[in-house]
């Protein structure tokens, strides 16, 4: 049983190498940390009947901004 937990320690001491005021490195694992989303900037557009509508009036709905152009 002993043999088990030192050989346990040994492969766990490397993943706590980094000191706890450092980030991981990261690109060594060719991984990348997850970052939160953002919140989306406020603007306001016309509706389909001409109406301007805020991002803010639809806070809490779900919201899908099409945007396209012609060039």
Do not use: H, I, N
């Amino acid at each position: 049983m002993r043999r088990w937990v030192a050989l346990a320690a040994l492969a766990v001491a490397p993943l706590s190498t980094a000191s706890a005021g450092t980030a991981p490195d990261f690109s060594a694992l060719q991984a990348q940390p997850y970052e939160p989303p953002k919140a989306a900037p406020l603007f306001t557009l016309p509706d389909l009947e001409g109406r301007a509508v805020g991002l803010e009036a639809l806070r809490g709905k779900l919201v899908l901004v099409f945007f396209w152009a012609t060039w």
